[in-house]
Each structure stands twice: as structure tokens, then as C-alpha cells.
């Protein structure tokens, strides 16, 4: 079974930075391209970094775009989104997902809260 962990959200000031962690299992992460989604209280989810199943390619959304980065240690079976010079409206539930055989799978989320 295709399984994925999300951990690392938590409360941090405008400006800071968060490192969230998505662990894989059920499937060799080496050979599938991954994503990180978020969705906040009011707005649609939507797609906020993608990284390909060699990690040679990344995308990220306009708004996010120098401040947030995509990663993978296939090692580890994890990929990673570091975020910095966060802002108050990047506050929201994060999610990883993958496609495998044609199914999306998604964790369970986890929150990202920029506040003072």
C-alpha cells in the first residue's frame, strides 16, 4: 500500500523558515516524480512545488518561487520543501502526493501557521 507521512509544520513568524519532510512508503520513491499541495481556510489547493522522479527538474508556483525549495534523498525514501522568508499568507495545511498506476495518493497533511 502507497503510504506518505507529512511532518515538520508548526508555528514560525513572518519571515522564517520551516523545513516539512514527506516519508514514502509501499513504493520505491526513486521512480516517481512528487509533489507538494497546500490548502488554507478560504482558497482552492493548489499545487506548490513538483520534483521529478530523477530530481533533475522542479516546478513551483509563482507565489512561492525563490523562497521555497524541492528536494528528495531517495536514501531516505523522503522528500523534503524548505520554505523560508515565509509569509502570513503561505499558512496552511501542506500535503505531498504522488500518482502511482494511475491513483493520486496524499497524506494526512501538515500545518504550516505564519503569525507574529
Known amino acids: 500500500q502507497v503510504q506518505l507521512a507529512e511532518s515538520g509544520g508548526g508555528l514560525v513568524q513572518p519571515g522564517g523558515s520551516l523545513r516539512l519532510s514527506c516519508v514514502a512508503g509501499?513504493?520505491?520513491?526513486?521512480?516517481?516524480?512528487m509533489t507538494w499541495y497546500r490548502q488554507s481556510s478560504g482558497k482552492e489547493r493548489e499545487l506548490v512545488a513538483a520534483?521529478?522522479?530523477?530530481?533533475?527538474?522542479?516546478n513551483y508556483a509563482d507565489s512561492v518561487k525563490g523562497r521555497f525549495t524541492i528536494s528528495r534523498d531517495d536514501a531516505k525514501n523522503t522528500v523534503y520543501l524548505q520554505m523560508t522568508s515565509l509569509k502570513p499568507e503561505d499558512t496552511a495545511v501542506y500535503f505531498c502526493?504522488?500518482?502511482?498506476?494511475?491513483?493520486?495518493?496524499w497524506g494526512k497533511g501538515t500545518q504550516v501557521t505564519v503569525s507574529s
Open positions: 520534483i521529478t522522479f530523477n530530481g533533475v527538474s522542479t
Open positions: 502526493s504522488v500518482t502511482r498506476g494511475g491513483i493520486a495518493y
Open positions: 509501499g513504493f520505491a520513491l526513486r521512480f516517481s516524480g
